[in-house]
């Protein structure tokens, strides 16, 4: 929920939530809040007011575009250059991964073996297999309408990808 028409929100009212659904048609919005912001919420309803925006985020899977290109990469530094998109909590929008993907690859460490058509497209499905392979749905830190992930790089010397992908 975003305050609007000036009026000032607990903070803890503002914070992202998830939303219950049970899978047919109830979704339940559960709210903890201190006394202060119980208050303030029962003032609200008093008055018949409510100076508040919502905004809801939701993820939908799906299966990323097959592309005839072989990608290498060096695990470490992928790692590394991903995790700096990355704020203090970890998390990064999907655009700023499509961003990242969209640059020319041998500047970000990849060498690709075939035409995988437009470079939109590969940033596209690169961002989609981070994703998938990495990331986590994550409600915004910012009310920018992008959609966010967490990323959870493996630790260098862990393993992780093997610096390869193929779709071919």
């Not at 939701?58 to 299966?63: N, P, Q, Y």
């Not at 640059?103 to 940033?123: C, H, N, R, V, Y």
């Amino acid at each position: 929920m975003l305050a609007t028409g000036g009026v000032e929100w607990p903070e803890e009212a503002c914070r992202p939530a998830a939303l219950n659904a049970n899978g047919y048609a109830g979704i339940r919005f559960l709210l903890r809040l201190s006394l202060e912001g119980a208050q303030f919420m029962k003032e609200l309803l008093v008055r018949d007011t409510w100076p508040v925006r919502a905004q809801a985020e939701l993820e939908l899977t799906g299966i990323a575009p097959r592309l005839p290109v072989k990608i290498a990469f060096d695990p470490p530094l992928l790692h590394r250059l991903l995790a700096e998109l990355c704020d203090e909590s970890g998390l990064v929008s999907r655009s700023a991964l499509v961003q990242f993907f969209s640059k020319e690859p041998a500047a970000i460490g990849l060498t690709l073996d075939g035409e995988p058509g437009s470079s939109g497209e590969l940033a596209e499905t690169l961002a989609d297999w981070v994703r998938s392979r990495y990331g986590s749905f994550a409600a915004a830190p910012l009310a920018d309408g992008l959609g966010y992930l967490a990323l959870n790089l493996p630790n260098e010397g862990s393993g992780g990808w093997n610096g390869i992908y193929r779709s071919r």
